[in-house]
């Protein structure tokens, strides 16, 4: 029996279990806008992690409406109001304009990620169902997010629905993105819809950041992280926002800086022996984790016009900053020559405008339209002393400074009977330029010219809703990607080196049907087929010298289906679960060739098949009047038919959950005590003919957090992540923090 078959039989089985015979609901209501949330406007809403002190059945706002109003805009006196995404004590208004089209999913709240004391996208993220952190280790040792198995590459993300694409290899740091100032986080998983542009292959993420819902609003918070010893500062961080909404007009502005000293590695690790021929010392002797510093920051602000009940302008501006240092495999590395590499500088700018307009009674238009920067430095030091960089064959200095602009235009329409019909065309224009300053403490040094590539991507979307009855929508979307290599430019050996352009495109697919058997459940079948076009790094990229480009790499496709459903029992058990099957055809992986003229063994990215398949499940209960219990658990199995023999697919455990008990101990405290598990994952540890891999990353982390609330308006928190001091890697040789104290506060007005 095909496992196509198997997630059908599990899923019509979990589809039984979770429904009930109950009569249909009333009809959706009517698609977005204005303050009007994407869960609230889609005919499948996501699943939403909250907060234990919000709600499991979230109330949205009333809304004044006229007769027929036009899908995408909901009626708007644009007066304050209390509350938007729900009304639990920590609900903050979302950017509304920034959402994207949201079909099933996940959503993260601001105060969900508040309780759980998460400071970085990758650490919300791996409290939802499906989604799973990483560290990449090796010279980057950055932090990477799987989605159903899908990386970072394959999962496009977004601020306020303004894509952040890195135009070399969009190897994004996921640490780098700050969460203080959201309102909320956007997952989509496996379904996509195509009005969110292209590349939306494994799923999405939006990060959303606030708007004002009164007439005067501000929040600040502080917070710090130690081991135990107030004299040992770990890290600290700071969060100011201040926003206002009138009648024509709203204004907010938000900054937000976390800066790290170190972590420490748990008591119980050891350091390890380097290899024979680089023994100087270990990288790593315990306690302090050597190069672990870090500091981030952003800076968020907008101002928006609603002129009128139906229509908003906004204008956005988000610079974030950052600098890193990447901690050191614990010792030499057996896969590469270890790198000293430092960025002393990872910048990102956006300046983006936001729109819709209603069109008569039943139709509408959103605009965006934005320019984006990229600069960020490289640094490669002669030893791990990080004093000098004299040597040219490891010392560089590499410079990146990309710029991207671009935007969209959605229309849509109820003027068909019993449909809602969208369409959208994107158009992204992606310039990157670098340069390398060899050795730039040695007096020969040398500076290239710039060089780098032009790439344009357009995509071309249509999507109908059929309300094929009151409780049942049929949805189907269809759309058209094509992306111009314009240049493709290089520089070795003193001389230019003109790459071969290239022009590709793609057809992508998808539809599915919901249906509404209670007030609160639902159940749902979806596929959509999506395809990704390979980066330039990916393209062309010689890594040093150890591989070999493909200019000729195929799109990336997966054709993903998902059966699930979700149900709300007595008002106070809310349960929902999924079964997901992923087919790939031409995945990019890495594959290692011998190079004919001295038998080098160099990688090579080429085109294979692939599946990913599992389930999800995700239980909130509240047992008791102060009692809430509940969590999730994720199944996922990835296989690939590798070319290198033994290759193994890293970065993601077959099991992980995360479980948590809140528990009002008193009228104004509240303890939350969270516990996230994980399976083992592949590492890589050697390379060569065949690849050698290694499991590691198995955890039982212990979490808790005690929260008093002085007032409506303030609150203080502390808490300790890692709580009984386990040591583990999440990828061989790069150990993860050990036990840590935190204490947070905040005031909101």
């Known amino acids: 029996m095909s496992k196509k078959m198997l997630a059908a039989m599990a899923a019509a089985g979990l589809c039984a279990g979770i429904a009930s015979p109950a009569l249909a609901q009333n009809a959706a209501a009517t698609t977005a806008g204005g303050d009007v949330t994407a869960d609230e406007a889609t005919p499948l809403p996501p699943i939403v992690v909250q907060s234990p002190s919000e709600p499991i059945r979230r109330k949205s706002r009333a809304t004044r409406q006229t007769s027929s109003p036009a899908p995408g805009v909901v009626i708007d006196d644009g007066a304050s109001f209390e509350g938007d995404g729900g009304s639990g004590r920590g609900s903050v208004g979302a950017f509304t304009l920034g959402q994207i089209d949201m079909v099933g999913g996940s959503t993260i709240t601001n105060e969900a990620m508040w309780t759980y004391n998460k400071q970085s996208l990758d650490e919300a993220v791996s409290i939802a169902p499906g989604v799973s952190a990483h560290t990449t280790g090796g010279r980057r040792n950055e932090r990477d997010i799987y989605v159903r198995g899908f990386d970072r590459i394959r999962v496009p ?20 993105f700050l969460t203080p100032d959201l309102a909320e986080i956007q997952i989509q998983k496996g379904y996509v819809s195509v009005l969110n542009g292209p590349g939306g292959m494994g799923g999405a993420i939006n990060m959303v950041s606030r708007k004002p819902t009164k007439a005067f609003e501000a929040e600040g918070r502080a917070g710090i992280v130690t081991t135990g010893d107030i004299n040992d500062l770990n890290q600290w961080s700071s969060y100011a926002y201040a926003g206002t909404r009138q009648k024509g007009y709203y204004a907010q502005i938000s900054g937000t800086i976390v800066d790290q000293d170190h972590f420490n590695v748990s008591d119980d690790f050891r350091p390890r022996q380097s290899t024979p021929f680089d023994a100087r010392f270990p990288y790593e002797n315990g306690g302090i984790r050597e190069n672990s510093d870090f500091r981030d920051w952003r800076i968020n602000a907008k101002i928006g016009i609603t002129p009128n009940a139906t229509d908003e302008y906004s204008i956005n501006y988000t610079t974030q900053s950052g600098r890193k240092n990447a901690p050191l495999h614990v010792a030499k590395e057996q896969l590469q020559t270890q790198r000293y590499w430092q960025w002393p500088w990872w910048d990102i700018q956006s300046l983006s405008w936001l729109s819709k307009t209603q069109l008569g009674s039943a139709s509408y238009v959103k605009t965006n339209v934005y320019y984006n920067t990229f600069e960020n430095r490289l640094s490669s030091f002669d030893d791990a002393t990080f004093s000098s960089q004299r040597m040219f064959n490891p010392t560089f200095n590499s410079d990146y400074d990309d710029f991207a602009y671009g935007g969209f235009v959605e229309m849509g329409t109820e003027l068909i009977p019993m449909n809602t019909l969208k369409g959208a065309i994107h158009y992204r224009r992606d310039d990157h330029s670098e340069r390398n300053i060899q050795a730039p403490d040695n007096p020969a040094t040398f500076t290239e010219p710039w060089h780098g590539n032009v790439e344009d991507t357009w995509s071309f979307a249509i999507e109908n809703t059929f309300h094929a009855a009151r409780n049942l929508d049929i949805i189907a979307g269809l759309s058209y990607d094509y992306l111009d290599v314009k240049e493709a430019n290089d520089f070795r050996n003193g001389a230019f080196l003109n790459r071969q352009t290239t022009t590709v495109d793609a057809w992508n697919y998808q539809g599915g049907a919901i249906y509404r058997f209670s007030d609160t ?27 070999v480009p493909n200019p000729d790499l195929a799109p990336e496709r997966s054709t993903n289906y998902e059966i699930g459903a979700t149900e709300t029992f007595f008002g106070q058990a809310r349960v929902s679960g999924a079964v997901f099957y992923s087919d790939l055809e031409d995945s990019i992986q890495s594959a290692y060739i011998i190079r004919p003229s001295d038998g080098a063994i160099l990688s090579q990215n080429q085109n294979v098949t692939g599946e990913h398949y599992g389930f999800e499940v995700s239980v909130d209960w509240d047992i008791a009047p102060g009692l809430r219990v509940g969590g999730n658990y994720t199944y996922l199995n990835r296989s690939y038919d590798y070319i290198t023999p033994g290759t193994k697919p890293e970065g993601t455990p077959d099991h992980e959950a995360f479980l948590y008990l809140s528990w009002d101990v008193l009228p104004n405290l509240t303890l939350t005590p969270s516990l996230a598990l994980a399976s083992d994952r592949y590492s890589i540890v050697s390379s060569g003919r065949t690849r050698t891999f290694i499991e590691t990353g198995s955890y039982a982390l212990a979490n808790v957090q005690a929260e008093y609330r002085f007032n409506d308006n303030a609150s203080a928190a502390i808490g300790v992540t890692n709580l009984f001091d386990e040591d583990y890697e999440l990828v061989e ?5 050990g036990r840590q104290f935190f204490a947070n506060a905040r005031v909101k007005f």
């Open 521 to 547: 459940g639902s159940a749902h079948a979806t596929v959509s087929s999506r395809t990704r076009f390979a980066t330039v790094f990916e393209r062309y990229s010689e890594r040093f010298g150890y591989a």
């Open 157 to 176: 993300l977004s601020i306020d629905g303004v894509r952040v694409y890195l135009p070399a290899d969009n190897r994004l740091d996921m640490n780098r």
């Open 733 to 737: 040789g790069f150990p993860e923090a």
